[in-house]
């Protein structure tokens, strides 16, 4: 006794199911393309105060040492490990003599000042305001900016480092400003001493 053929219906049916998972099947198999990588962030338009040098030296094989604003180990990140923020930027200042105020003054591309404890629009946030009768800084003398996170913002970011009081100290005041974008650091050493020439040195660039 012969079967049944099934209805029309029910082969067209299967058969269309079966062309479905062949074409599952095969799309499985297809290779996607990656997208395109994100070209690097890298600082342009580099510009210094007169007569301040611009390094971006390091040394790979270095230990990283602690509040002395410098990327020892030439890992792309300064004084890490030293219970400071870091970012994919970062900006920090330190100075040896206790007494004296130094402000580290960072505008993001917006224009937007950093603060301690509060992120500007575009996302970098101060740390610490040294020197600090309350003994946060513990005669470390460091400042930091860095952005919280997140792609930075592209255009100009400007970077103030400014002598505010001498209190007693001995001028000029050497400040080692170091600053980190991408995975990049650039160092340079300031001597600022108080009048209007000299109590301020500034970096810019462009992202």
């Not at 490990?81 to 994919?88: A, E, Q, R, V």
């Not at 591309?109 to 800084?137: F, H, N, Q, W, Y």
């Not at 100009?156 to 001498?166: A, E, M, N, S």
């Not at 980190?180 to 462009?206: C, I, N, Q, W």
Request: with cysteine.
């Amino acid at each position: 006794m012969r079967t049944p053929a099934p209805p029309r219906a029910s082969r067209l049916a299967g058969r269309a199911l079966l062309l479905a998972g062949c074409a599952l099947l095969l799309a499985g198999c297809l290779e996607v393309p990656p997208p395109p990588p994100k070209p690097p962030l890298e600082a342009k338009e580099i510009q210094v105060s007169e007569g301040v040098g611009l390094e971006v030296a390091c040394t790979p094989t270095g230990v990283e040492l602690c509040f002395d604003a410098l990327d020892n180990n030439c890992n792309g990140v300064i004084d890490e490990g030293c219970g400071l923020h870091t970012g994919i930027l970062q900006f920090t200042i330190a100075w040896e003599e206790a007494d004296a105020d130094v402000d580290l003054n960072v505008y993001d591309a917006s224009g937007e000042l950093a603060r301690v404890g509060e992120p500007t629009a575009g996302g970098l946030m101060k740390d610490r305001d040294c020197p600090r009768v309350s003994g946060e800084c513990q005669d470390q003398n460091v400042e930091n900016v860095f952005l919280t996170e997140g792609e930075p913002a592209r255009g100009r970011y400007r970077v103030v480092v400014r002598l505010d009081k001498l209190n007693g100290a001995t001028a000029p005041v050497r400040v080692r400003l170091s600053a980190r974008v991408g995975h990049r650091s650039y160092a340079m050493a300031l001597d600022l001493s108080p009048s209007a020439a000299t109590e301020e040195k500034s970096f810019s660039f462009t992202l």
